[in-house]
């Protein structure tokens, strides 16, 4: 059974080498060709094909706009934005309305077709340099690194010291100071990385470690 596929794109001779290509292939056909985003508002829930090629930023609406509208319309059609935006904000706009691939323009028509398959059969395609954006987006998101920078170094020190496993009391021997100058320290270190207990504070720490 062949995949079908709408396109939703302004730009006419994009538009028409994506139908020429796909249904050049034996397991794909275009079923609906779209120009502007208020036909294809107005047609796509009725077609519901199962991949739609979409273009962000149509003349007269995004493109972001139209699967905000339709999606639950459409709960069973894949989304692929298929654009020139590389920008972290029209990327996660896209994702968030419920895009399930992420392909920049210039990518090569093989690319392409293998992307319908892929997100066909459950996959969610992106170009390299999208799919590192996102990565980028959840690393600097991780919380298991929040706070660390806000640590003094002697905090740092102790944090450490308390990895390898040492005691408040052998802490306060080693770095001269008192017992309850370790405890002060320690309960900062809690404050800032946001931790309620020795274990979690490690397991931080050997995170940003590494």
């Known amino acids: 059974m062949s995949i079908s596929i709408a396109i939703v794109e302004d730009e006419k001779n994009y538009n028409n080498a994506l139908k020429k290509i796909i249904n050049y292939q034996d397991d794909m056909k275009v079923v609906a060709q779209f120009f502007d985003g208020n036909e294809a508002l107005k047609n796509l829930s009725d077609i519901s094909p199962d991949v739609v090629m979409m273009d962000i930023q149509l003349q007269d609406m995004l493109g972001i706009e139209i699967i905000e509208k339709l999606k639950k319309e459409m709960p069973k059609t894949q989304f692929i934005m298929c ?58 998101k991780l919380p298991e690194v929040q706070g660390f920078d806000e640590l003094t170094d002697r905090e740092k020190e102790i944090l450490e ?50």
Request: charged content about 30%.
């Open 161 to 210: 010291l308390l990895s390898q496993g040492l005691l408040y009391k052998e802490i306060a021997d080693k770095k001269f100071i008192s017992i309850d100058t370790v405890k002060k320290h320690v309960g900062n270190i809690y404050r800032k990385l946001h931790v309620n207990n020795k274990v979690e504070a490690i397991n931080k720490f050997n995170h940003f470690k590494n």
């Open 83 to 140: 654009t020139s935006f590389e920008e972290d904000e029209k990327i996660f706009n896209s994702l968030k309305a419920g895009a399930t691939g992420y392909l920049i323009k210039g990518e090569s028509m093989d690319k392409i077709l293998s992307s319908i398959r892929d997100v066909y059969n459950g996959g969610a395609p992106m170009s390299f340099s999208i799919a590192r954006k996102v990565l980028q987006h959840f690393e600097r």
